[in-house]
């Protein structure tokens, strides 16, 4: 029988070429892969480590930033966040405090002009240093946590869910760093926010040349949608509760103590150490 000339090239292609599907199958069947459990102890691991350090000193971030590809958290924000040359305001605070609201009540001419979402302590020291009028938000930690840890399986794609432990300890971290230049900050509160916008909208236009809607917006709101599960926590997740829950206390009587129709405060000189008292001066 006399084989086609397409046919032999079928046959011979065949032969040489190797089966990709029952490679495929038997490299997936020696392969290591670490089940969820595990991938969700390491990253909320490597999460916690990476506030102590990447989060903390601007370089050793932008270090890793160059060399893994990985630590960009998106869009223009970060190229806003290198370049403060022209900046008005800059909004920080830890992730799900209200920076998205806040940031989509002022006028679209002037946004790109304003710094938000970065959520890391070098951002805030940077601001203060080069003397930008900084609000720092501020929001229960068990409320915030609680929103980070539902959504972040949603958020992330990789279904991986950031523990209550991790939330709360970069929490922890974040405000410690922040508590050491409150004199140079515009501290709001997140029930303030929401329950008295105008206050917060004259507070902010009397400490920084941007302009905000009179009339707050809601369309642009980074919500969690559905029911929540009960909330767990461990023990040691508990003990973290507290010194954040102390944490807290301690931000809502300084902002407390700042007038509400302040300001713009007195901000260190560049080379000043942070959380030298306010007005203080260099003997």
């Not at 609201?101 to 002009?113: A, D, M, V, Y």
């Not at 922040?178 to 004259?202: G, K, Q, T």
Request: with cysteine; proline share 5%; glycine share 4%.
């Amino acid at each position: 029988m006399r084989l086609s000339k397409n046919s032999m090239q079928q046959s011979l292609t065949e032969a040489v070429m190797p089966d990709h599907t029952s490679s495929q199958a038997a490299y997936g069947s020696t392969r290591i892969v670490l089940p969820l459990p595990a991938k969700e102890v390491i990253h909320n691991i490597t999460l916690a480590f990476s506030y102590l350090i990447l989060a903390e000193w601007y370089w050793i971030h932008r270090t890793a930033e160059f060399v893994l590809k990985k630590l960009r958290i998106g869009g223009q924000h970060w190229a806003q966040a290198h370049r403060l040359e022209d900046k008005l305001l800059s909004i920080e605070g830890y992730t799900h405090s209200g920076s998205t609201f806040l940031r989509s009540n002022i006028h679209p001419e002037l946004r790109g002009r304003v710094i938000s979402h970065i959520h890391l302590q070098w951002s805030l020291r940077r601001c203060v240093r080069r003397g930008i009028p900084t609000i720092l938000l501020v929001r229960n930690p068990m409320q915030a946590c609680a929103s980070k840890h539902f959504r972040s399986a949603v958020r992330n794609g990789y279904g991986i869910t950031i523990s209550m432990f991790s939330a709360l300890a970069i929490w922890i971290i974040y405000y410690r760093c922040a508590w050491r230049c409150r004199d140079h900050l515009n501290i709001i509160m997140f029930p303030e926010l929401v329950s008295d916008y105008d206050a917060v909208r004259r507070r902010i236009e009397a400490c920084s040349g941007v302009r905000m809607f009179e009339t707050p917006t809601f369309d642009d709101r980074n919500e969690f949608v559905g029911e929540r599960p009960p909330l767990r926590l461990s023990l040691v997740s508990r003990v973290l509760a507290k010194i954040a829950l102390k944490q807290y206390r301690q931000f809502a009587n300084a902002a407390h103590a700042q007038c509400d129709t302040r300001s713009r405060p007195v901000l260190p000189h560049k080379s000043a150490p942070l959380g030298r008292p306010h007005g203080a001066t260099t003997g």
